[in-house]
């Protein structure tokens, strides 16, 4: 009867009218777990009646959610925030979390009661087999019944008065209360918390609900026959929602017309010139195109106000600042309220759970799982092989110092995740830059990881300038972080089945500056300028950059198999020390011992290890640097370096007729190799990371014999390229990658001779 009573409740609640608050930015509610890293609605309140305000996102709306649910760990978390002005996790500002809506609300909307279904209806929907076992032993062991009888008393007592059902409710005190948080819902006081019935679930399936469990037949359906069978007039934008309907040829068009665009490269200038091209056609313009894509998508960007020279976002600490406390620009404009720049964020939890809810791409993600069953031991062939990935397997998922009860990559569908950002320079001065922020995904197989259309873009930063607070941009992206940490809600298309979606960032790279902003360091040319080890730089008298040689007249020589090497807790240690100095005087002389500016806003994700998931990026460290400063070398024009007599110097014809014929080489070989090297003697701003490689892997081994004075010169490079042919093999047998590290140290040590 206690079950009944409380189902009857809710029906009554149903029938009063009410206004639902949306929710006006993603951090109007404020937190590490709430914002808009809110996670779906429960699943009724997917499909009620008000659907998606205008200010919503689709199917688990990001920034404008009705509801959010109360994290498991609010109350622990919001009791550890710091100070406002921090930017650590901490500094994630607090606010009260809005309950969880009771049951009726979840299956509720503000439809006219003749409209609502019957609730007996609820009889028909059938629980999937994971929470069948559960809810009937739950059932037994609380009212001794099962779930029939008590649905068939219950539409018996349907038309009984309210008095009398409180006055049910107030002599048999068995059923919970409309109050009751659903997570604990069929607890009694003191009896199992959040933390046991999740540690009870099975892997994927925490937090869960029972009625979350019972709708599986109902998304089931509704993906399979595109409809509902109640309110008809939403039908279309329900089924949309979930998508399940098939498009109709009208709205299938401006979707062709969209994926020309962007598979091609057109301008918009060029998009609009369209309709006169092929007037029989009906195509509409971009600005047309793009809200109807928008529209059908269901998936907007959120738009935050930052500097108009990108040096802050108005974010966390900064979200009720009136101007940049850098630059001291106004962040509207004169005499309105309208910014004078905005960064766009693409929220990633909506597109994560669009991937599991895609049978074809559900099956391709799989290849994370399938790839640790065949992995060879002793073989280094993924990024899953390495040893941060491996320590993080059988570790427990912790957030804010709190364990949670289940492991890192624990269930099949975790998601993988790696995080980049440069900055590029869109015109040909290369004096401004913008700054986009991109995620891969490492659950696909690496063949189409890095493709265009498997990237998750984040956002660009505007530019003109590199930011200046990275973690004012980063701040919605690690709100969705720490929420996908927990686990989200999702729907797997392959079982057909609700699971709890979790993703894990693991690694971010970026050449060092891109870097440095992330993890909040000074740079390369700081005093300790390393991000892996605590070797400091020295000095020429005549120039102020920082050099880290091994060898040096002031102190003894680093040993480079066993230099001092950072660790997290000694990371985290001293960015401490840094952000809460006393004054700025020991701020400033900290920050350049350490080489760190204060505690990084991805920190506080723990399935980051500080600095080991910041690994130097092959492609800036080799191909953008090393090569091109050899070159430099070679020619006699490394910064302000005496080359005179150098048995390395190259003459400048026999440079330049090295450029021409590696030039030339271009006709013969085949394009599968790599791209045409271009004169580097006459086209040198033609030359990319990939023309580099081309050239250093296949055509300076050739054009570069008998050309130096000395040969040794000529061997020293030969032993790059071989070390650099081995850092490029597909697989790397884990003896050998020792090698390769022998052989960089040795080559370290012959090129400071």
């Known amino acids: 009867m206690g079950l009944a009573c409380y189902i009857l409740e809710q029906n009554r609640r149903l029938k009063n009218p009410r206004t639902r608050t949306n929710i006006p930015s993603a951090y109007a509610i404020h937190g590490p777990l709430s914002g808009i890293a809110t996670p779906a609605p429960p699943l009724a309140d997917e499909f009620n009646s008000e659907m998606q305000a205008e200010d919503d996102l689709s199917f688990g709306a990001l920034p404008t959610a009705q509801y959010a649910p109360v994290p498991p760990l609010a109350d622990e978390i919001n009791s550890a925030v710091q100070a406002e002005d921090d930017l650590s996790f901490g500094a994630l500002p607090t606010a009260q979390y809005a309950p ?63 008095d009398e059902d409180e006055e049910e409710e107030e002599e048999e005190g068995e059923g919970p209360t409309a109050d009751d948080d659903l997570l604990e819902y069929g607890c009694d006081e003191g009896e199992e918390d959040v933390w046991d019935l999740m540690e009870s679930a099975p892997s994927g399936e925490e937090g869960i609900s029972l009625w979350d469990s019972m709708g599986e037949h109902f998304i089931r359906e509704a993906m399979s026959i ?61 600005k047309v195109t793009s809200s109807h894509v928008q529209f059908l998508s269901g ?139 991109v995620l891969f995904n490492y659950n696909l197989p690496p063949d189409i990881r890095f493709h265009k259309n498997n990237l998750i873009p984040v956002g660009v930063i505007p530019g003109p300038k590199k930011p200046l607070d990275m973690d004012s941009f980063l701040y919605p992206l690690v709100q969705e972080l720490l929420q996908l940490e927990i686990g989200v809600k999702a729907f797997d298309a392959l079982t057909e089945t609700l699971f709890t979606l979790h993703a894990y960032l693991i690694v971010v790279l970026g050449d060092i500056p891109a870097v440095a902003l992330l993890m909040r360091m000074k740079g390369h040319n700081a005093f300790s300028p390393c991000r892996m080890c605590k070797i400091t730089g020295v000095r020429v008298p005549t120039s102020t950059t920082h050099y880290v040689p091994l060898n040096r007249q002031s102190s003894a020589p680093y040993d480079p198999s066993n230099l001092p090497m950072r660790t997290r807790e000694g990371f985290i240690k001293e960015a401490n020390e840094v952000q809460f100095a006393m004054n700025t005087t020991i701020e400033e002389n900290l920050a350049k011992k350490f080489g760190i500016k204060g505690i990084p806003l991805l920190s506080s994700l723990s399935s980051l290890s500080f600095p080991a998931s910041f690994p130097y990026d092959f492609m800036h460290l080799i191909w953008e640097n090393l090569i091109p400063n050899l070159i430099l070398f070679w020619t006699g024009e490394f910064k302000d370096v005496s080359h005179s007599g150098k048995g390395y110097l190259l003459e400048t014809k026999v440079w330049k007729e090295i450029c021409s014929t590696s030039a030339l080489a271009g006709n013969t070989i085949p394009s599968a190799f ?52 081995m850092c490029l093999e597909y697989e790397l047998p884990m003896e050998q990658v020792a090698k390769i590290e022998q052989g960089f140290i040795k080559w370290v040590k012959d090129y400071e001779r």
């Open 299 to 437: 998936f907007r960007p959120v738009r935050y106000d930052c500097c108009p020279n990108s040096c802050i976002c108005y974010t966390g600490p900064h979200e009720k600042k009136d101007s940049c406390p850098e630059c001291k620009t106004a962040r509207f404009n004169p005499n309105s309220t309208e910014p004078q720049c905005y960064f766009e964020y693409l929220p990633i939890i909506p597109r994560l759970r669009a991937l599991a809810a895609n049978p074809q791409l559900a099956e391709t993600m799989r290849y994370r799982t399938k790839f640790e069953g065949t992995r060879y031991q002793g073989q280094m062939q993924d990024i899953f092989d390495g040893r941060l990935y491996q320590s993080l397997l059988n570790s427990s998922v912790s957030v804010a110092g709190e364990q949670l009860p289940f492991c890192y990559f624990s269930d099949s569908r975790d998601i993988a995740l790696g995080l980049s950002t440069d900055g590029i320079a869109v015109f040909k001065k290369r004096s401004k830059t913008s700054w986009p922020i």
């Open 100 to 162: 969880a809506p009771p049951f009726a609300d979840e299956i509720d909307s503000e439809v006219p009661a003749e409209d609502d279904p019957p609730l007996s209806a609820l009889s028909a929907i059938h629980c999937s087999a994971r929470v069948a076992a559960w809810r009937e032993k739950t059932l037994q062991e609380r009212w001794n019944r099962s779930l029939e009888p008590i649905m068939e008393d219950f539409e018996g007592e349907e038309d009984e008065g309210e």
């Open 226 to 286: 595109g409809r509902l069978s109640f309110h008809k007039e939403r039908d279309s934008q329900l089924t949309h929602q979930l998508g399940a309907r098939t498009l109709l040829e009208h709205e299938l068009a401006p979707l062709r017309h969209f994926a020309y665009k962007v598979e091609n490269n057109l301008t918009e200038k060029a998009f609009n010139a369209l309709p006169y091209v092929f007037p029989h056609d009906k195509v509409s313009s971009w």
């Open 674 to 725: 790599g791209c045409r090297v271009p004169d580097m003697s006459t086209q040198r701003w033609q030359l990319t990371s990939e023309s580099r490689a081309m050239w250093t892997l296949f055509i300076a081994p050739v054009v570069l014999r008998g050309r130096f004075i000395e040969e040794r010169y000529y061997r020293h490079f030969l032993d790059l390229v071989r070390l650099l042919n």
